[in-house]
């Protein structure tokens, strides 16, 4: 079965780093596109970056360009986010996700906080 289990967060100052990971199993991790998404509390949960299958292309909501940074190892089923520069309004619950035979699937969620 599919299964998404990211780690990295925490609490972190204004204009601070973190570094997200999640690592994929019950998939072949390299022959699909990943995202991860964020949902702040009281609101919806939206699309952070996408990252292709082979890695070669990526994108990212506006607000996060220049700041965030989406990669994979395929070697180690894993997918990565960057992020630089955060901002309060960044802290959020971020989720990795798979779309796979038209599902949905989604990782336990880790807690980034930013706050001075």
């Known amino acids: 079965q599919v299964q998404l289990v990211e780690s990295g967060g925490g609490l972190v100052q204004p204009g601070g780093s973190l570094r997200l990971s999640c690592a994929a199993s019950?998939?072949?991790?390299?022959?699909?596109?990943m995202n991860w998404y964020r949902q702040a509390p009281g609101k919806e949960r939206v699309l952070v970056a996408s990252i292709t299958s082979a890695g070669g292309s990526t994108s990212y909501a506006d607000s996060m360009k220049g700041r965030f940074t989406i990669s994979r190892d395929n070697a180690k089923n894993t997918v990565y986010l960057q992020m630089n520069s955060l901002k309060p309004e960044d802290t959020a619950v971020y989720y990795c996700?798979?779309?796979?035979?038209?599902?949905?699937?989604w990782g336990q969620g880790t807690q980034v906080t930013v706050s001075s």
């Open positions: 996700n798979v779309k796979k035979q038209g599902l949905n699937y």
């Open positions: 019950g998939f072949t991790f390299s022959a699909y596109p």
